[in-house]
């Protein structure tokens, strides 16, 4: 096309009404979306980084008590090698509620809030 062919088109279009109108609360709609998306990825970013400072505190004391006693840390891991399905429960069980406190009840409870 040509640049007065695009300038006319422009002048027709912005001459007019439009034929469809936006609800009042257009723009409060979709920053409630937006908003609640970064919420969610915020909630699940906060889940991540406190299970992994969780594991790393686990990591940690494993190591130290590795170097102060070997055999303590020896009979742990035998005892959670003999007793694998509660020890997989139990890591399951608070891997579960620390979900559900940090994700979704925060999902949950916004919701239906009116900002």
Do not use: H
């Amino acid at each position: 096309m040509r640049k007065d062919e695009l300038t006319e088109i422009l002048d027709r279009s912005l001459r007019g009404e439009p034929d469809f109108r936006l609800p009042v609360d257009f723009a409060q709609k979709v920053t409630s979306s937006i908003v609640k998306r970064e919420r969610w990825k915020s909630d699940l970013q906060d889940y991540f980084f406190l299970t992994a400072i969780i594991v790393g505190l686990i990591a940690a004391a494993s190591g130290i008590y590795y170097l102060v006693d070997k055999e303590l840390l020896v009979r742990a891991f035998n005892f959670c090698e003999k007793n694998w399905v509660t020890v997989a429960f139990l890591f399951f069980t608070i891997n579960f509620v620390l979900f559900v406190d940090k994700v979704l009840l925060r999902f949950l409870f916004n919701r239906w809030k009116t900002d």
